[in-house]
């Protein structure tokens, strides 16, 4: 990978921003402390100086000029580093003792330059910056000052070793970052690899997850669900266009069949006629057909989704026994709607919809049982959940086959005679699915139990 | 009645101006959206007839013009998108109704009449009447010949939807949507067996037939002969 394209990376550049600013924040704290220690530096100078001057004076007081004098001549000599520059002079101003010369006194406290200083042996010049003062003594002047240079030596040498430590640690860092960096890229760019195989048509790629519950772990796992969810409805797109050749091609070669047939064999106006109005009839069954598993795969899409309204499923239950209880009872069975709950049903969903999974449930139930049969509708109510449940007293289903009816153009051997395109259940399978109910069979004994389970109450008006 | 089609599938647009010429409509078709529009905004029409996929601008914009600019001209739409979404869209837009291809013609035949009639009625009016049949929409009671007759909701309902629409055909799935608020089409026989029960209520042996079936198209209420 090309330097331009590595710092593009998340990771690293995170990894490296963090270090430069730790660095930047550590070479701050050090530099700023150092300032701090050069201020504290010079008034602690500025106390010790005073110090000395105040033992000197008060030995004039006490003991004497001459007894300074001779103190001044004594610590000179004892002096082997210029740490301290003292001078005492006559009234007149001359030398009298001291390690420098031709210094002339002067109010304040001064910040005498090493430079323009002139040792008394040597006329040397010194380094650093001197805190000195002069004081009036009995016979003469006195300068007492103390120098900085040594200290500002050590303050050197500390601050090179931290900037030399701040470098390193910058390093180790750095280093450190980078590969932490590079641990989590190679994470985002197995995503990046997995998503690009699936664009080019491998579905069943899942993303790698690497255990460590974070953020991209989660991401990962989010991505993967979107795929096995893409994947399915591939798998239904496809299912549903073998479904339209396979089931659809079936009523219309029968359908062409039938028309050759006719020509064959038909002899006068009156057979063509009746010829064609079963044409008819064989037609509207196959557009009913191919609308049904339009409408199934539009469903399975969610494409209805977002007409989602709040409604009372005890209204809707009453929509469903107004239309069917009437027909139920010519044809000599019996009909009992569902007794309402004490308060609304809500749930959010599409009318339309559920009238037509309820309603492919009763014809279900209407067209497998025998005349005479008993129908029923419930409403019950458990835990946030609300269950309809469908049930007859007909033939039921044999619990090896319940699973299977679900799918597309699945018949019961035994029903393959009847009418009925077997698009109903999987419609009712599909329209369930999207309002995120569930839908199981049991056995009525004897007949059939449908439970249909809206988990998803609606608290809201209605 | 001047009828504007405006389809571009031309097979299918010749079906339907020779079935709505022989019931005697004044139809002029036109394939082209823009056309069609121009020709809507422009001209009186009675009613349009407009497919929802058109070459230059669609059949749901054209509706959406015409409602935006006041328009109230009735508007059947036609479509073969009989998916989920599409019909309320189609209503939303501010089309009148919605017939999914292919259909019979007897099915548009019959919508193109319940849209195209004009309302009797000024005002409220609160009595219905055909024959010696009347309804009492206030007190929702039926009458016949002065005899009260007892009906179910539904069937005052499905009552009703005939009455107002007296003497027109009112075909299976245009009484499921006026009746049962249904879009889908229920396989069985609800429609017939609540014509039939209705029937035996207000149409006895001794009184003449006032609902009348029409073969292959659907059902109709009125006193003629």
């Known amino acids: 990978m090309t330097t331009p394209e590595l710092f593009k990376r998340t990771a690293i550049r995170l990894s490296m921003t963090l270090a430069s600013l730790f660095t930047l924040l550590l070479l701050g704290l050090y530099f700023g402390l150092t300032i701090y220690l050069g201020a504290q530096l010079e008034s602690q100078i500025g106390a010790r100086m005073r110090e000395t001057r105040d033992a000197l004076v008060i030995i004039d007081r006490t003991k004497g000029y001459d007894e300074l004098a001779s103190t001044v001549l004594d610590e000179v000599a004892a002096l082997n580093t210029t740490g301290s520059i003292l001078l005492l002079l006559d009234e007149g101003g001359s030398f009298v003792a001291g390690n420098v010369k031709d210094l002339a006194p002067a109010t304040g406290t001064l910040k005498i330059d090493g430079a323009s200083i002139r040792t008394a042996e040597g006329g040397k010049s010194l380094r650093g910056t001197y805190v000195a003062e002069w004081t009036r003594v009995s016979k003469g002047r006195l300068l007492v000052g103390i120098g900085d240079a040594e200290v500002r030596e050590t303050l050197g040498t500390l601050r090179q070793a931290t900037t030399w430590g701040t470098l390193l640690t910058l390093c180790i860092v750095l280093v450190a970052s980078l590969i932490y960096a590079r641990r989590a890229q190679r994470r985002i760019d197995a995503l990046e690899t997995t998503l690009t195989a699936v664009s080019q048509g491998n579905i069943d790629r899942r993303v790698p997850v690497a255990g460590y519950d974070d953020d991209i772990d989660h991401v990962a796992i989010m991505t993967n669900e979107a795929l096995s969810h893409l994947q399915k409805l591939i798998g239904n797109v496809n299912q549903a266009s073998s479904d339209i050749a396979h089931d659809l091609k079936k009523p219309i070669g029968r359908l062409q069949y039938q028309m050759e047939t006719t020509l064959r064999e038909a002899k006068d106006v009156g057979d063509y006629r009746i010829a064609i109005m079963d044409a008819q009839v064989r037609l509207a069954e196959i557009t009913a057909t191919f609308e049904a598993l339009l409408r199934i795969s539009q469903i399975e899409a969610g494409a209805r989704k977002t007409g989602f309204q709040s409604l009372d499923l005890g209204e809707v239950m009453s929509q469903v026994a107004d239309i069917y209880d009437v027909v139920i009872e010519d044809q000599g069975g019996r009909f009992t709607p569902a007794t309402p709950l004490p308060h609304p049903a809500l749930i959010l969903g599409d009318r339309q919809l559920l009238l037509q999974l309820f309603s492919n449930l009763i014809e279900n139930a209407i067209r497998h049982c025998p005349a005479g049969s008993s129908i029923s509708l419930a409403l019950e109510q458990s835990d946030g ?50 309002h995120g109910a569930k839908v199981t069979l049991d056995d009525a004994n004897p007949g059939l139990r449908v439970t249909v389970t809206f988990a998803n109450a609606h608290r809201g008006a209605a | 009645m001047r009828v504007l089609l405006i389809e571009d599938d031309v097979e299918a647009a010749a079906f339907i101006v020779k079935g709505l010429t022989e019931a005697g409509h004044n139809v002029n078709h036109l394939t082209d959206g823009r056309d069609g529009m121009t020709e809507a905004v422009h001209e009186v029409y009675d009613i349009a007839i407009v497919d929802r996929m058109l ?15 006041g328009n109230h001209l009735p508007i059947l739409l036609l479509t073969s998108l009989g998916g989920v979404n599409d019909r309320v869209c189609g209503l939303d837009a501010g089309s009148d109704d919605y017939l ?14 319940a849209l195209l009639r004009r309302p009797q009625l000024k005002g409220e009016d609160t009595r219905l009447r055909v024959g010696d049949l009347e309804l009492d929409l206030v007190a929702h009671k039926a009458m016949r010949s002065g005899r009260p007759i007892d009906l179910q909701p539904r069937e005052y309902r499905l009552l009703e939807v005939l009455m107002r629409n007296k003497g027109r055909v009112m075909t299976r799935t245009m009484l499921l949507e006026r009746v049962w608020n249904l879009n889908f089409d229920p396989k069985t026989s609800v429609v017939e067996t609540h014509i039939s029960r209705l029937r035996s209520k207000i149409d006895p042996p001794q009184d003449k037939p006032l609902i009348h079936t029409i073969r292959g198209s659907g059902y109709s209420l009125h006193d003629d002969t």
């Open chain 2, 55 to 69: 070459p230059g601008v669609d059949g749901l914009s054209i509706v959406r013009a015409l409602r935006a600019s």
């Open chain 1, 385 to 434: 959940a609300f269950r309809v449940i469908v049930s007859d007293n007909g033939p039921g289903i044999p619990a090896s086959e319940r699973e299977n009816v679900f799918k597309r153009m699945y018949r019961l051997e035994k029903s393959r005679t009847s009418e009925g395109s077997g698009l109903g259940l999987s419609l009712v399978a599909a329209i369930a699915d999207l």
């Open chain 2, 100 to 113: 999914v291809k292919p259909f019979a013609f007897t099915e548009l035949l019959a919508r193109v009449n």
